[in-house]
């Protein structure tokens, strides 16, 4: 099923940026090959149903993550996840890593969307000082998946301060749709 196919609800107000290493695909099952580009890794129990859940319920995602275009769409297409995702944002394209907030705004752009819409977007990912302060630094909901050890989990000044902490994947489809409610009412409450 692709996203057009998974799109039978209509679109949510509330826009998904997720991370990918440690946050869909687990870094630890990754294999890379001579040129250091990723050609296999397994998904992180429970993120493939996250991701194929929220396409299915008409939210928005985009893949914002540092690293290359090549090791992304291989760990993606051989899990059967990268159609589900409007927009693909890579580091290597960009050429800065998360926080820089070029990588979020270049998201945003690919997705048409513009200052305004920053309180719609969340941004999820495993890394304090990379997903969590690049969001916090723009305007985004941070949500920090905090499933492994393999990163601080402590955050090192308020930046790195989560809005939202989730300790699994699934996690993410009950507070996307409490978050996209909590936008509808306040779109209903404005004059």
Not at 19 to 44: W, Y
Not at 57 to 75: E, H
Not at 88 to 99: A, C, F, G, W
Not at 115 to 141: C, F, H, P, W, Y
Request: charged letters at 25%; aromatic letters at 6%.
């Amino acid at each position: 099923m692709n996203r057009e196919q998974a799109m039978g609800n209509e679109t949510k107000e509330l826009i998904i940026f997720l991370d990918c290493g440690d946050t869909i695909i687990d870094e630890g099952t990754e294999i890379r090959d001579e040129q250091g580009t990723v050609i296999q890794g397994r998904v992180i129990p429970g993120a493939d149903t996250m991701v194929k859940t929220l396409a299915e319920r008409g939210y928005r995602l985009a893949i914002v993550a540092d690293g290359t275009a090549q090791s992304f769409k291989n760990l993606l297409t051989m899990n059967g996840l990268y159609d589900y995702f409007e927009v693909l944002i890579y580091s290597e394209q960009i050429r800065v890593d998360k926080p820089n907030p070029r990588m979020f705004k270049a998201a945003m752009g690919a997705m048409e969307l513009g200052e305004q819409d920053r309180g719609r977007i969340i941004m999820v990912g495993n890394n304090l000082s990379r997903d969590v302060k690049g969001a916090n630094q723009v305007g985004m909901t941070s949500v920090h998946l905090n499933w492994t050890s393999r990163y601080p989990k402590t955050p090192a000044d308020p930046l790195e301060q989560p809005d939202y902490t989730i300790g699994e994947p699934l996690e993410l489809v009950e507070l996307a749709e409490r978050l996209n409610e909590e936008l509808l009412a306040n779109k209903l409450i404005r004059p």
